[in-house]
């Protein structure tokens, strides 16, 4: 190891202000606990017991060279699925979006299964003018092969980067040396590259199939990560005082006895999952602060892209002004409503906090529901019944200390018709997918009936891909519980409707296990209340057996409408070479038509379309300075130009209006009302 003396590090440090970085590098060491990398976290106590040893002695170089001149989080959080793809595309996006683990499989379409969002490499690369070699996605695993660029339009391919997978000597088989992957950054930076993101995976590689290596795996790094920031704080590369770098995890692992070694597996909601080590070093980073604010990978997204002075609108991380040199009060943070959600003229939705803490709330005409407690309240969902009764679900994250799990829960309310009072009903699952959005019904007999994405909990841990849907109703005094046959096939997004005495489903999901992992379609079931209590289950219908599935290899976001003579299933189709399409299928004698496209300019891939009460079908459209909302009343489309680009979600109020969370001036979010 150098000797501390200082000497690579020995400009002043520079008062942090938008553009101070002109480069920056994330490396992430894929799988690593805060055992086995900064030493400190919610319930760990500077022990390894990978290493059986003080967790100092790991990253020993790291802690010493490095930790003292860069800003830390003790720990930072992954707060989505705790696995490798999801949580790379949430650091990439800037937001925790629904993401799968799509494996390489030629001739299945593993592309189109992309984010929706526009990555930082497609961010940066268009606001500037960059080419291909500004921007490098490096790493030794397949499992990043589709986060090269987004699906979003506008921004795409032409505006990506080219995934190097490092081989070893067959050429195909992933390189098992995470140093040849330090050295790729390296070599990516000489050849003039902006932004760099590494993901180191024999680490992880070797704590699931040789879990007695992983801590040694962990430590082969620490001297080479010294050496490459070394180098970057030399005269001979040019860019010293002028990079920031960013070691960090996409996940931990578990710390638990699950299995022996018990750091073999992750993939839940596990502390030992979700705690992750973050240090920020370089131009802008007050040297030695440590936070022990939450801080969560889209807060690093956010930080990055603030000190290189890139926008990344659609980003709901923090700032981490706690780990910045600043003159003064810091940057403003995103901040507003966003969420929409609207049932019989009432208004939910989910309001930013600047909070480090605290992060949303939910809002109900003006009734704010918060908690000291929770760190993030999102996605809620309202229903008036026939009765005026008034529900509302939202989920919801708590990171208490010392806690075994930090699992993503259900909160439901009720208000009683001319009450003022709310009276929390509770959910009967206490763990459920970190990116479910409830959806709400009234059964005909009166009963509250949600659908949500339920963590489906087996001996298997890895369980990122692995959820259900679950039906719960509510009496009015108790839950009960009854499931779908979607397990093992990341079924997501329900949306629930009632009529003619039965419960109609409809949500996203894969095939079985492996399929689940590079296509998706939309499935709609038939659910019936039997004499005997029990309820029926029958698929009605799949866009998996559609002619458009050629075409489109995978359907996300489903919006069902029923009336008691009527039905029409709205979904967002993916192509990689015609982008996104808004299609139907529609309810006829017999069974469902056949999808028919609605719209092929560019609908928004993220924005899922809804349905008013009466059966008029709003979605939003992309466009190269401001997005459109649009609407389908009697077969005809009418679409009206929004006040910004940036467009999160759609609320309809009635057949002739809807509410649109729309992005404006200084990251506020706000609500949109547009009537037609």
């Not at 050629?550 to 029409?568: P, V």
């Not at 079908?617 to 466009?623: C, N």
Request: aromatic share 8%; charged share 20%.
């Amino acid at each position: 190891m150098p000797p501390d003396d200082g000497s690579a590090f020995d400009a002043e440090e520079q008062s942090a202000e938008p553009g101070v970085a002109s480069r920056a590098v994330v490396l992430v060491l894929d799988g690593t606990r805060v055992e086995e990398s900064l030493g400190y976290g919610q319930t760990t106590d500077g022990f390894s017991d990978a290493y059986d040893g003080s967790s100092e002695e790991v990253l020993s170089a790291i802690q010493a060279e490095l930790l003292p001149r860069g800003g830390s989080s003790v720990p930072a959080f992954s707060t989505g699925v705790t696995i490798t793809m999801p949580a790379h595309a949430t650091l990439l996006q800037g937001r925790r979006r629904h993401y799968g683990s799509p494996a390489v499989q030629e001739g299945k379409g593993a592309s189109l299964y992309r984010p929706e969002l526009p990555t930082f490499f497609e961010l940066i690369r268009k606001q500037e003018g960059l080419d291909t070699s500004s921007v490098a996605l490096i790493g030794n695993t397949v499992n990043l092969i589709s986060l090269d660029y987004s699906m979003h339009p506008g921004y795409g391919e032409s505006y990506g980067t080219v995934y190097n997978v490092l081989t070893q000597a067959d050429g195909v088989t992933p390189s098992n040396s995470d140093s040849e992957v330090v050295d790729d950054v390296r070599t990516a930076l000489e050849g003039g590259a902006r932004f760099v993101v590494a993901n180191l995976h024999n680490i992880d590689r070797t704590a699931h199939n040789d879990p007695e290596d992983y801590a040694d795996a962990v430590a082969n790094v620490d001297e080479r990560i010294l050496s490459l920031w070394l180098w970057i704080q030399s005269d001979e590369s040019g860019m010293k005082d002028d990079t920031v770098m960013v070691v960090t995890a996409d996940h931990g692992r578990h710390r638990y006895d699950l299995v022996d070694p018990v750091w073999t597996g992750h993939g839940d909601d596990c502390s030992g999952c979700r705690e992750i080590p973050l240090l920020i070093i370089g131009p802008g980073v007050e040297a030695g602060a440590v936070t022990e604010e939450p801080a969560t990978l889209e807060d690093v997204h956010q930080t990055l892209a603030w000190l290189m002075g890139v926008e990344s609108p659609y980003s709901d991380g923090l700032i981490l002004s706690s780990l910045l040199s600043l003159e003064d009060e810091g940057p403003a943070q995103r901040s507003g409503i966003a969420a929409p959600s609207s049932s019989d003229g009432r208004l939910a939705y989910q309001q930013w906090r600047s909070d480090p803490t605290r992060r949303s709330e939910i809002v109900i005409d003006d009734h704010v529901f918060d908690s000291p407690e929770v760190f993030a309240m999102e996605a809620p969902a309202v229903l008036v019944t026939s009765t005026d009764d008034t529900y509302a679900c939202w989920r919801q994250l708590e990171l208490p200390e010392g806690a075994e799990y930090y699992p993503w829960e259900l909160r439901c309310v009720h208000q009683a018709p001319g009450s003022s009072d709310w009276t929390d009903i509770g959910f009967p699952l206490a763990r459920l997918h970190s990116d479910t959005q409830p959806a709400l019904s009234e059964a005909e007999d009166g009963r509250l009936v949600v659908a949500v994405s339920d963590l489906l909990v087996t001996e298997n841990i890895n369980l990122g891909t692995n959820t259900q849907i679950t039906l719960a109703s509510w009496n009015g005094q108790d839950w009960e519980l009854f499931e779908t046959h979607s397990e093992n096939a990341y079924a997501i997004e329900p949306s629930l409707q009632s009529t003619s005495g039965s419960m109609w489903l409809a949500y996203a999901r894969g095939d079985t296990p492996p399929e689940n992992r590079y296509t998706r379609h939309i499935e709609l079931q038939r659910i019936s209340l039997q004499e005997d209590g029990s309820w029926s289950w029958l698929l009605a219908w799949t866009s998996a057996n559609d002619a458009l599935t050629e075409t489109y290899g995978r359907m996300e976001h489903a919006a069902l409408w029923l009336s008691a003579d009527d039905g029409k299933l709205a979904m967002i189709g993916f192509s990689e070479d015609e982008g996104t399409s808004l299609m139907m299928t529609r309810r006829e004698a017999g069974g469902w038509s056949s999808l028919v496209v609605i719209d092929d300019e560019s609908p928004l891939p993220h924005v899922r379309p809804v349905w008013s009460e009466d059966g008029v079908l709003f979605w939003a459209r992309y466009g190269t300075t401001v997005a459109q909302l649009c609407r389908l009343q009697d077969s005809k489309t009418s679409c009206v130009a929004l006040s910004s680009g940036v467009v999160e979600r759609i609320a309809a109020v009635s057949g002739n209006e809807a509410a649109v969370s729309v992005l404006g001036e200084g990251m506020v979010w706000s609500l949109e009302t547009v009537t037609f």
